[in-house]
């Protein structure tokens, strides 16, 4: 990145994570400025006029968000979406692992914006040792008094709690999350009422991402206008992308919003492994269509408007690579197989649709494959877009039509020899 | 007859009081429990129901949910592989095959001497380090052959040297004795 980068401006700096090399570093000047200086409202208006929008995914407008929450209804939550669970994404874990303390002054800066005082981190259950991590930064700050009661002598209290879930991909849907959360089973919920209005406990709340908060005390710092320096007109700012998949330096970027996905894969993780060529690949995790390697596809610029016009979305900018030996039908079968795992059994066209989908991959797969499994599968799509109670549904469907759009010649191959073309190919070799 | 020994008890008592609503201490709970006992036993599943107010039935529905609490009897060591794109094709089925025949046991089953249970899961976040798993949800990442040999011969090491101690020490102890390369 030309500019310096703003999440991962400390990374190199050894011991960012405790508090007093956090705090020598500028870390909670943001939040002291906002709790002695400045109104709940200013801090919203702030974040909305620096264009910040969610990085979970959806990219919604963040200061938007928060200017929901109704005036006078107490209390008011905010829940940070830690659950990361999306194939392909990984750098949420990098951001907290990293630089707690980034994330937490995000929450409290957050949370003073909105009039809470009682925050909420729900990390995935793997994330053992992040919970850990945030633990020990969390006393650090109590103790310090950068967090807790009357922080700044300004007489806001603001107490932040780590959950850990226990498995589940549904829990990263936000209104699922704060049925986990309540120690439910992860269902999503009936909207509206939108969780702005009755969240948690049926109070006024906010869901943001991890990187969307961490985001929050460097334009609290900076100002909006610095932030809007960086990335488009309708995406400002940064993302960090993860890419993976059997590139040289596989990881966590950040890169200014608008740089091209060719920056990502050929200069940052320094191109494909010896031997291997580029045959598609998903830019926003599992749920986003995958582009096959074409130069108009690879030169698209990651951002949340450009993603869309070539008929993927950027999601959680999370980068999956598909080399060529690798067979695209197999590839979408572990997909499938996701997705059928995830899917919490709400409702019936996800519950139901989601194991057909994969069943019906895998014959193909083994080379058992009907005549009438292609038109099959995209009626299954069909059925279960726009008729699930959650996006979960949608999503286990994006894959399934982008494989078959661009790689119905391996589908139908697959069908008419009755096997994988593939295995037989490496077969015939050893 | 409570299972869960007094430390267990007192800390899933001050889950709740984090909380606005005990029930929210739910997970917290299960975690608290099974890190004990290895698994969730129904007999750990209504003592946590009794110590948050609930009926064992609402615990065992939120239990049987999520993929990490155990049902069923697991081993000391849970080897969890992820299986998920991008990590398939970037050897993840090697590994699952190398563990499954070092072990003698399919994903889904555990050692005769109760030592290794081995489970194929989705995505662990960590695909840019694949292919990886968890052992006892610690993470071990960048694996080959040789790094499975190493931690399972680990493994076996330490479940002698502290034979007796609670399953969670042995976990805790071993994890944080094998160096998690990056
Ligand atoms: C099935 C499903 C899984 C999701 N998983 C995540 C996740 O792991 N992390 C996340 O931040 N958002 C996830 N989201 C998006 C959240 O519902 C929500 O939009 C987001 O947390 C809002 O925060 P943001 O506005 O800061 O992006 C998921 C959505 C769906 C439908
Ligand atoms: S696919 Fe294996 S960790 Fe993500």
Redesign the interface.
Known sequence: MSKEPILFKHLAVPDINKLGVYVENGGYEGLRKAVTDMKPEDVTKEVSDSGLRGRGGAGFPTGRKWSFIPKGVL?TYLVVNAD???????K??ELMERNPHQLLEGVALSAYAIGCR?AFIYV??????IQEILDAALAEAYAGGYLGKNIFGSGYDIEI?V???????ICGEESALLD???????FPRLRPPFPAVKGL?GQPTVINNVETLANVPHIVRHGSAWFRSYGTEKSPGTKIC?????VQK???YELEMGTPFRVLLEEKAGGMLPGKTLKAYIPGG?SAPMLPNRPEFIDVPITYEDYPAVGSTMGSASF????ED?CII??QL??SE?FA??S?GKCIPCREGTPWLMKTVRRIERGEGREDDLPLLLDICDNILGRSFCALGDFSTSNIVASIKYFYDEYEEHIRRRACPHISATAAVA | MAVLTDDARRRIGEYAALYPAARSALLPALHVAQNELGWLPRDAMEEVAELLGLDWDQVEEVASFYTMYYKDPVGTYVLEVCKTVPCAYLGADDIIDYVSAKLGIQPGETTADGMFTLFRVECLAACHRAPVMQVNHRYYQNLTPERVDALIEAARQLQLQSAGAPGFAIRRTWSESVENAQ
């Not at chain 1, 669970?85 to 990984?90: R, T």
């Not at chain 1, 959950?163 to 991909?169: C, E, I, L, T, V």
């Not at chain 1, 986990?180 to 992860?186: I, K, V």
């Open positions: 209390p990361e669970s999306e194939p392909g994404a990984f949420d874990r009682l995935r259950g793997e994330f053992l040792y709690v959950h850990r879930g226990a498995g589940a991909y986990s959360l309540e120690g439910y089973r992860g406990y993860s890419i993976s998949g059997p596989p990881g966590n599992a999956i690579l598909i080399p690798v197999y590839a572990r997909i996701f795992h995830e919490c």
